[in-house]
C-alpha cells in the first residue's frame, strides 16, 4: 500500500502489503510478517502481508508511528 492506485485494492478481499516502522505496528493492526522469506508473501494463509520498514533514521522520522499506506502524504 502507499501507491498511485490504492484505491483500486478492496483490502477486505485482495492480498496486499503495507510498510510498519516495526513489528508491534505491524502485528498490531492484523498484518502477518514476511521477514523470515519473501515467499512468505505469497504463501501466507492470508490478506494482509506486513513489512517492517528499513531503519533508515530519516525515513522513519517521516514515517512516524503509521503504516506507510497511512504516511504516503509526506512532503
Known amino acids: ?36 522469506s519473501d515467499l512468505m508473501a505469497a504463501l501466507l494463509p492470508t490478506n494482509k502481508i506486513g513489512i517492517v520498514a528499513n531503519k533508515i533514521p530519516r525515513l522513519l522520522k517521516l514515517q512516524g508511528t503509521k503504516s506507510f499506506s497511512l504516511a504516503k502524504k509526506w512532503p
Open 1 to 36: 500500500m502507499g501507491g498511485q492506485q490504492d484505491a483500486l485494492i478492496d483490502t477486505t478481499l485482495d492480498r496486499h502489503d503495507d510498510i510498519f516502522p516495526n513489528l508491534q505496528a505491524l502485528t498490531a493492526a492484523g498484518y502477518e510478517d514476511q521477514e523470515k
